[in-house]
């Protein structure tokens, strides 16, 4: 999913993928107009996914 789109064009996205036959992880970055160019990004375990559900879900139901 899209989280944002700067003005350049580059999109914040979180998707599930898996490079070189790997389980699939939760990957954070953002991609270009046309997905040829990649910023560094963070990956997250389905359990380290979860964890992050739950932090996020708490900091917002102060």
């Known amino acids: 999913g899209v989280l944002s789109t700067k003005s350049n064009g ?3 996205e979180l998707n599930l993928v898996s490079w ?3 389980d699939a992880k ?6 270009n107009e046309d997905y040829t160019r990649m910023s560094k990004g963070v990956t ?3 359990e380290e996914a979860e964890i992050l559900k739950n ?3 708490d ?3 102060k």
Not at 26 to 31: K, P, S
């Open 26 to 31: 939760y990957d954070l970055r953002e991609w």
């Open 55 to 57: 932090i996020l879900e």
């Open 59 to 61: 900091e917002f139901d």
């Open 10 to 12: 580059w999109r914040k």
């Open 20 to 22: 070189n036959e790997r």
């Open 44 to 46: 997250f375990t389905e």
